[in-house]
């Protein structure tokens, strides 16, 4: 949709390739893609391919291997991958914008090139069975010996956490939540791939950190610097977030209306009946809706603004338009929507996960509600 974005004729062109080429790319790997996300398997070398064609890296300098460009690029990707069903590039992107946030030029050196292509996978180590969204509850640790740090704790929902090279490790030091780049092929870390109903592509796997010995200068940002740097990366992220979700409602209302125009009942087509252009015109409505907070964000973030309330308001808006769109494209095709051949369940389960990574729709409402509140002027309200 990109309502916003096309205004300018420069972007507008590069919109107008990209969407062309992922949807190419897509359709050239349509059946690889739905076996590996059957099977929740890793597919690493449509990863390189994308990687090479500069889709893992919008945000990365060309200097690095990346495309060299900024959020509204990254949104643009993320939402043709969500309408194509291809491999997420959300989990790499945060890598980068770690590295080049707080990243030593030795860090950058070791691992932005090779995330930014594809060559290397990134992964992020943070929650945990018992911490979630508070990190009050982490017990995973860090403590100093030598020059050293020893780092252990158990780990969960750790997309391409048993496919990954490097991953970024959250503990509590003595100085307070610290965060750590992690090379996986030292000693002491074991996986155990988990099985999760959404997001097949880029699977789950438990990651589990025994005394793991790493260097000083394996620490991303000074140590107790945790929560900066994690929310130095999330505000971005949850845009990655709502732009997957806006597109994965676009495929489905695609798919559903491409069905029921050819589909008779009586004398006319599913799409001649009211009621059903009524749901039609509400998901469409609502996806728009998205579209425009989810562009206001990235423009916002062009100029330097604060856009932590944007983000979260347009990820807030993309849940309700994808859950809008799918429950659209249900009742569009019927009974020929209910079988796994068909694409509409993966969807819908891809939509539940996105619903919860980067911060609940629950959480999205709190944060809204107490930026608001907290406001003498309720945030442009007054």
Same mark, same amino acid.
């Given at each position: 949709?990109?309502?916003?974005?096309?205004?300018?004729?420069?972007?507008?062109?590069?919109?107008?390739?990209?969407?062309?080429?992922?949807?190419?790319?897509?359709?050239?790997?349509?059946?690889?893609?739905?076996?590996?996300?059957?099977?929740?398997?890793?597919?690493?070398?449509?990863?390189?391919?994308?990687?090479?064609? /500069?889709?893992?890296?919008? *945000? +990365?300098?060309? #200097?690095?291997? =990346?495309?060299?460009?900024? !959020?509204?690029?990254? @949104?643009?990707?993320?939402?043709?991958?969500?309408?194509?069903?291809?491999?997420?590039?959300?989990?790499?992107?945060?890598?980068?914008?770690?590295?080049?946030?707080?990243?030593?030029?030795?860090?950058?050196?070791?691992?932005?090139?090779?995330?930014?292509?594809?060559?290397?996978?990134?992964?992020?180590?943070?929650?945990?069975?018992?911490?979630?969204?508070?990190?009050?509850?982490?017990?995973?640790?860090?403590?100093?010996?030598?020059?050293?740090?020893?780092?252990?704790?158990?780990?969960?929902?750790?997309?391409?956490?048993?496919?990954?090279?490097?991953?970024?490790?959250?503990?509590?030091?003595?100085? /307070?939540?610290?965060?750590? *780049? +992690?090379?996986? #092929?030292?000693? =002491?870390?074991?996986?155990? !791939?988990?099985?999760? @109903?959404?997001?097949?592509?880029?699977?789950?796997?438990?990651?589990?950190?025994?005394?793991?010995?790493?260097?000083?200068?394996?620490?991303?940002?000074?140590?107790?610097?945790?929560?900066?740097?994690?929310?130095?990366?999330?505000?971005?992220?949850?845009?990655?977030?709502?732009?997957?979700?806006?597109?994965?409602?676009?495929?489905?209302?695609?798919?559903?209306?491409?069905?029921?125009?050819?589909?008779?009942?009586?004398?006319?087509?599913?799409?001649?009946?009211?009621?059903?252009?009524?749901?039609?015109?509400?998901?469409?409505?609502?996806?728009?809706?998205?579209?425009?907070?989810?562009?206001?964000?990235?423009?916002?973030?062009?100029?330097?603004?604060?856009?932590?309330?944007?983000?979260?308001?347009?990820?807030?808006?993309?849940?309700?338009?994808?859950?809008?769109?799918?429950?659209?494209?249900?009742?569009?095709?019927?009974?020929?929507?209910?079988?796994?051949?068909?694409?509409?369940?993966?969807?819908?389960?891809?939509?539940?996960?996105?619903?919860?990574?980067?911060?609940?729709?629950?959480?999205?409402?709190?944060?809204?509600?107490?930026?608001?509140?907290?406001?003498?002027?309720?945030?442009?309200?007054?």
């Amino acid at each position: 949709m990109y309502p916003t974005l096309r205004a300018d004729p420069a972007r507008a062109a590069w919109i107008d390739a990209t969407v062309t080429e992922l949807a190419k790319f897509g359709e050239r790997h349509r059946e690889e893609l739905d076996a590996a996300n059957r099977d929740a398997r890793f597919p690493r070398e449509l990863y390189r391919e994308l990687g090479k064609l /500069g889709y893992l890296g919008p *945000l +990365v300098p060309e #200097s690095y291997g =990346g495309l060299g460009g900024g !959020v509204s690029e990254y @949104v643009i990707i993320s939402e043709e991958v969500g309408r194509h069903g291809l491999i997420s590039g959300q989990i790499a992107a945060q890598g980068q914008r770690w590295l080049l946030d707080w990243g030593t030029d030795e860090q950058k050196d070791q691992w932005l090139r090779g995330i930014a292509t594809g060559e290397a996978v990134f992964s992020e180590a943070i929650s945990e069975k018992n911490a979630g969204s508070s990190f009050k509850a982490m017990a995973s640790t860090a403590t100093r010996t030598g020059g050293d740090w020893l780092l252990t704790g158990s780990k969960t929902h750790v997309n391409l956490g048993a496919d990954c090279d490097v991953t970024l490790f959250y503990a509590v030091a003595p100085e /307070g939540l610290t965060s750590f *780049l +992690v090379d996986m #092929s030292l000693p =002491g870390i074991a996986t155990a !791939v988990t099985d999760p @109903v959404g997001l097949r592509l880029i699977r789950t796997a438990d990651v589990t950190f025994e005394r793991v010995r790493v260097p000083d200068s394996a620490l991303l940002g000074p140590p107790g610097a945790g929560l900066q740097t994690f929310l130095s990366t999330f505000n971005i992220s949850r845009l990655g977030n709502a732009s997957e979700l806006i597109g994965l409602g676009r495929r489905a209302l695609e798919l559903g209306l491409g069905y029921a125009s050819q589909r008779q009942v009586g004398d006319g087509m599913v799409t001649d009946f009211q009621g059903i252009q009524w749901l039609v015109a509400d998901a469409w409505t609502a996806l728009q809706a998205a579209s425009l907070a989810r562009d206001d964000a990235a423009v916002a973030h062009q100029r330097g603004e604060d856009i932590a309330l944007r983000t979260t308001a347009a990820k807030r808006l993309a849940i309700t338009a994808a859950e809008q769109a799918c429950d659209a494209a249900y009742s569009l095709v019927g009974g020929h929507g209910l079988y796994f051949d068909e694409p509409y369940t993966d969807i819908a389960n891809d939509i539940k996960v996105l619903k919860v990574a980067g911060g609940s729709a629950e959480i999205m409402r709190n944060y809204i509600a107490r930026r608001v509140l907290k406001d003498p002027g309720h945030e442009g309200l007054a």
